[in-house]
């Protein structure tokens, strides 16, 4: 069973950085494609970034390209999402998810492939 756990969060003012960290335990975390989501209220959660097994190869969604950048430390069991120049259309609920199944070449952009999940860190930019 793969636990992962998110933390990084919080309330920031709009043009300002926030970096988000998941921790994982159990499982092989250096073979995993690695993501992160975020949701709001009312609507579909969102793809937001993922990483391929190496960190050789990674895709940001449109509305977060050139603002957040996905990373990982697998000596760390660690995924990272750098977020800058912060928007408030940017608050949600941040999920970090990984795919146990993809190869390593792979990065993962539909939701449903994830396999594990974390429980969310809170993130709101104000005005």
């Known amino acids: 069973q793969v636990q992962l756990v998110e933390s990084g969060g919080g309330l920031v003012q709009a043009g300002g950085s926030l970096r988000l960290s998941c921790a994982a335990s159990g499982g092989t975390f250096s073979r995993y494609v690695m993501g992160w989501f975020r949701q709001t209220p009312g609507k579909e959660r969102e793809f937001v970034a993922t990483i391929t097994w190496s960190g050789g190869r990674t895709y940001v969604a449109d509305s977060v390209k050139g603002r957040f950048t996905i990373s990982r430390d697998n000596a760390k069991n660690t995924v990272f999402l750098q977020m800058n120049s912060l928007k408030p259309e940017d608050t949600a609920v941040y999920y970090c998810?990984?795919?146990?199944?993809?190869?390593?070449?792979?990065?993962?952009?539909?939701?449903?492939?994830?396999?594990?999940w974390g429980q969310g860190t809170q993130v709101t930019v104000s005005s």
């Open positions: 998810a990984a795919d146990v199944n993809s190869g390593s070449s792979y990065y993962t952009v539909q939701e449903y492939k994830y396999d594990y």
